[in-house]
C-alpha cells in the first residue's frame, strides 16, 4: 500500500469560485468538492486543482526578472494560437509574447487572479523513415 499518494496543487486566491471556473473550462473539466473556502477541480484528463479563499492574495510578480519565479503549472496543448484564444476569451491574459528559442516551443500566461502557467506544445512525432 502506497503511503504517500498524489495530491492536489492548490492555489491561493481572494475569488475560488472564479478561478475555479476558469479552470475547470480551460481543462475541460468538472467541480469535484466545494466549501466556503476551498473549490476542487478534475481535468478531463485528471488533473486535479484546487482554489482557496486568501482574501489577501496577490498575485506573483512573475516573469520580472527580479523575482524568481516559485511555482507555476505547465500544461501541454496541441496548438498554442487556439490555446491562447481560449485563455483569452476565458479572461486569462498573456504574460510573453513570443515564443523562446529552443526544442520546446512555450507560452507564459496569468489566470483571472495574477497565477502565472505555462502553455508547452506536445511535440510532433514524425513517422521513422527509411
Known amino acids: 500500500m502506497t503511503l504517500v499518494k498524489a495530491g492536489v496543487v492548490v492555489l491561493d486566491c481572494a475569488e475560488p469560485e472564479k478561478l475555479a471556473a ?8 468538472e467541480q469535484t468538492d466545494a466549501s466556503a473556502n476551498l473549490v476542487e477541480i478534475r481535468g478531463a484528463d485528471g488533473v486535479r486543482l484546487a482554489f482557496r479563499r486568501d ?8 516573469p520580472r526578472p ?8 505547465e500544461f501541454l496543448v496541441d496548438d498554442l494560437d487556439e490555446a491562447e484564444r481560449r485563455i483569452v ?5 498573456p ?7 529552443g526544442p520546446y516551443e512555450e507560452r507564459g500566461y496569468a489566470d483571472p487572479a ?3 502557467f505555462t ?3 506536445v511535440p510532433t512525432r514524425a513517422p521513422k523513415q527509411g
Do not use: C, I, M
Request: aromatic share 8%; glycine share 12%.
Open 114 to 116: 495574477g497565477h502565472s
Open 95 to 101: 504574460l510573453e509574447t513570443r515564443d523562446p528559442a
Open 55 to 62: 482574501v489577501n492574495a496577490t498575485p506573483p510578480s512573475w
Open 119 to 121: 502553455l508547452r506544445l
Open 66 to 73: 527580479e523575482n524568481s519565479l516559485q511555482a507555476h503549472l
Open 89 to 93: 476569451g476565458l479572461g486569462g491574459r
Open 22 to 29: 476558469f479552470y475547470k473550462e480551460l481543462l475541460e473539466g
